[in-house]
């Protein structure tokens, strides 16, 4: 009959690798997990990035329209006429086609906009761009566009800009009876008129 005898040391010893072993384990776990969440990679920012511009009356009240487009830019191109060519019809930005979202009754020329979300359209020219109003929604560019979908269509003037737009550009300017939408990009500008109801 064999007789085992474990020293205090030899036992220390022991547990001492036990636990350096668990130590190495853990911290290799913890290098692999960061690494995993390191190598998460996120898409870079798109070449036409999405914002918005937002109408109110004034910095507290609630908004009155609200406009989301992709913003191209115009890298030493030329724009009207030749990227975005006169007399067709244009998702006015990039990507997906430009969704206006109306949040109270509003007039454009003699049409009453209903609350709710539609995309605009525009047909540039030299002189005057056609502003179209569509029902459809969620299209990307104007290869699904619909004429008999066309809430309103106005034409208002094109003018030229004072300095270059680099990227397009949309802002709301506030009206004593609505708001404006500036829509600029590269030498020229539009301004679309909605007027509020009484």
């Not at 290799?28 to 999405?50: V, Y």
């Not at 539609?118 to 056609?130: E, S």
């Not at 003037?157 to 990009?185: H, K, Y």
Request: glycine share 4%; net charge positive; aromatic share 10%.
């Amino acid at each position: 009959m064999k007789i085992i005898v474990i020293t205090y040391r030899s036992f220390i010893i022991k547990r001492n690798t036990m636990k350096n072993t668990l130590a190495i384990f853990l911290t290799l776990t913890f290098f692999a997990i960061q690494l995993n969440i390191q190598a998460q990679e996120f898409p870079n920012i798109d070449a036409s990035p999405m914002d918005l511009a937002i109408a109110r009356a004034n910095k507290n009240s609630p908004p009155i329209a609200r406009v989301i487009y992709s913003r191209p830019q115009k890298k030493g191109r030329d724009i009207f006429g030749e990227l975005v060519p006169y007399n067709e019809v244009w998702r006015t930005g990039a990507n997906e086609a430009t969704e206006l979202t109306i949040y109270t009754p509003l007039l454009l020329g003699k049409t009453v906009l209903k609350p709710g979300t539609y995309t605009l359209f525009t047909i540039p020219n030299k002189d005057k761009w056609t502003i179209i109003i569509n029902s459809a929604t969620d299209i990307w560019g104007a290869f699904n566009y619909k004429k008999e979908m066309d809430v309103a269509r106005i034409k208002v003037s094109c003018m030229q800009a004072v300095a270059p737009i680099e990227t397009l550009s949309m802002i709301f300017r506030p009206e004593n009876d609505g708001t404006t939408l500036l829509i600029g990009w590269d030498d020229h500008y539009v301004e679309i008129p909605f007027k509020t109801l009484p």
